[in-house]
């Protein structure tokens, strides 16, 4: 009879568990705004875990004390022409990181042939100089999207050679583009991108490598007078498709950015689009200046079925996180990617007005802990 008793609490406490979801990956809506106007962010508090493991960064090696009497790489080395400005101190640190955050197994022979470090036989180690600059690049020049925080290799990389989160074209794949029968790249099941919705599966192609405007309102009544007379079905459906794509990059809902009473008012946004705003901008110049020509240097195996190579996207630093690495910078530990170098490009464009947010993003130990 006990046994019986203490089997039925048992399954009790079970079920009473199951039902009041300690088992389940429940999700908690956090307030953002005004009440009442839905400004809400859905978590996960289950999936912080392994979003932490997946953000956290490599022990760094100590730096060495500055020392002027130091000669620099380029007196020292044969052909060094990105870091010449680092002492001989400096670089083999910088190398010894380049291979935890690039190639963990292979070590310098990923890029190197070991009886010749000069040599630029291999090409992972030309298109790692190339990265190179486009890393200080970011951090020089794109202050507007990733302000002090920066990035280095291992906030795309993280241990791989091709980063996660890479994309390749996918326009017209497979599609037929004649009048009858042209489904505009839409109702294509199972692309994750755009959340498995039947939009057009390829925003990127269009929007992270051209200057197309991510646009579905017009700013006048009368469509004649429309100065964004592209604006129709077409377009809205790349615009959503591109913004379910940014939400899912980041992993936060849209109103993470967006007021949704008037998605495309930016004094009823937050501060996040502004950032996002530059963000855009930042991945086509990125995807143009540097992944593009890269795709000519990689064999053919890295390349896609339209014979494109990977290209960075939000994911690509994001990883399904709102700051990629939590915002935590590694700028202390490796000053050099933060100094200039490479050719200036101008990034004169027209900066988006500035808004206040109601409450500052949860942290993820808040999160963790469960007090917010
Ligand atoms: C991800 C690719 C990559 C890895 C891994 C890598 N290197 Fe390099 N290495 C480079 C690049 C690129 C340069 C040239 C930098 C420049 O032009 O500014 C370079 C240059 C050098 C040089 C200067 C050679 C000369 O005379 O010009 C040395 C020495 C060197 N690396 C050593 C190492 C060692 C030791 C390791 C392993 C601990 C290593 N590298 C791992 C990419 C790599
Ligand atoms: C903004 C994201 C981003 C950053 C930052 C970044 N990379 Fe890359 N990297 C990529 C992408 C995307 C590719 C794939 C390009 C291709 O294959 O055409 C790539 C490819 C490479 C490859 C070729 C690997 C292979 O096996 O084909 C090397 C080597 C490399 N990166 C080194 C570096 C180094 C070194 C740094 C830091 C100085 C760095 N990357 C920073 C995005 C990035
Ligand atoms: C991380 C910030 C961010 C998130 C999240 C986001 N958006 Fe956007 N959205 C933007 C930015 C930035 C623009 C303007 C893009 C540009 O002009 O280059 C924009 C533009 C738009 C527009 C066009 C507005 C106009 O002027 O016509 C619509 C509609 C829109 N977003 C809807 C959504 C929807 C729906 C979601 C959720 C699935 C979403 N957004 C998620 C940042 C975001
Ligand atoms: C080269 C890496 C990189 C790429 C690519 C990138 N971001 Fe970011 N982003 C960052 C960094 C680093 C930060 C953190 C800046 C900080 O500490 O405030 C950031 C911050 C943001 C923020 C601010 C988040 C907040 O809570 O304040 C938004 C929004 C954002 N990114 C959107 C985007 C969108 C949208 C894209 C794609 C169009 C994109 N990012 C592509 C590196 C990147």
């Known amino acids: 009879m006990v046994r019986i008793l203490i089997a039925c609490s048992f399954a009790m406490a079970i079920a009473l568990a199951v039902f009041f979801g300690v088992f389940e990956n429940h999700t908690i809506s956090v307030q953002r705004g005004n009440r009442g106007t839905g400004h809400i962010q859905l978590y996960t508090p289950n999936s912080v875990p392994a979003s932490v493991a997946l953000n956290s960064i490599p022990v760094a090696d100590p730096i060495d004390p500055p020392d002027p009497d130091l000669p620099t790489a380029r007196q020292t080395y044969k052909n060094v022409q990105v870091l010449d400005d680092l ?144 604006n129709g079905v077409q377009k809205s459906e790349m615009t959503y498709s591109m913004m379910i794509y940014i939400s899912k990059s980041l992993g936060v809902n849209c109103t993470y950015c967006h007021f949704t009473r008037a998605f495309g008012s930016w004094p009823d946004s937050t501060p996040q689009r502004a950032t996002a705003w530059y963000g855009v901008r930042m991945v086509r110049d990125l995807n143009k200046s540097f992944l593009l020509p890269v795709a000519g240097m990689v064999p053919s195996y890295r390349l896609g079925s339209h014979g494109d190579g990977p290209k960075v996207g939000c994911a690509t630093c994001h990883k399904g996180t709102y700051k990629p690495l939590f915002g935590n910078s590694m700028k202390k530990d490796y000053p050099e990617l933060w100094r200039a170098g490479g050719p200036k490009i101008d990034t004169g464009y027209v900066s988006p007005p500035n808004v206040a947010v109601k409450n500052p993003v949860v942290s993820p130990e808040k999160l963790m802990s469960g007090q917010y």
């Open 87 to 230: 002492s001989v101190l400096e670089l083999p640190r910088l190398m010894a990181a380049l291979s935890t955050w690039i190639a963990p197994k292979e070590g310098c022979n990923y890029c190197h042939n070991p009886a010749n470090l000069a040599s630029d036989e291999k090409y992972t180690k030309r298109v790692a100089r190339s990265m190179l600059l486009m890393t200080r690049r970011i951090n020089t020049q794109w202050k507007a999207h990733v302000v002090e925080t920066g990035v280095t290799c291992w906030t795309c990389h993280r241990g791989e050679a091709v980063p996660s989160g890479s994309w390749y074209t996918r326009a017209d794949l497979g599609e037929n583009t004649s009048m009858i029968g042209n489904k505009d790249n839409e109702n294509t099941p199972g692309i994750a991108y755009v959340g498995n919705s039947a939009l057009p599966f390829d925003p990127l192609t269009r929007y992270l490598i051209d200057d197309n405007d991510i646009r579905v309102q017009g700013s006048v009544p009368l469509a004649g007078t429309n100065p964004y007379p592209m």
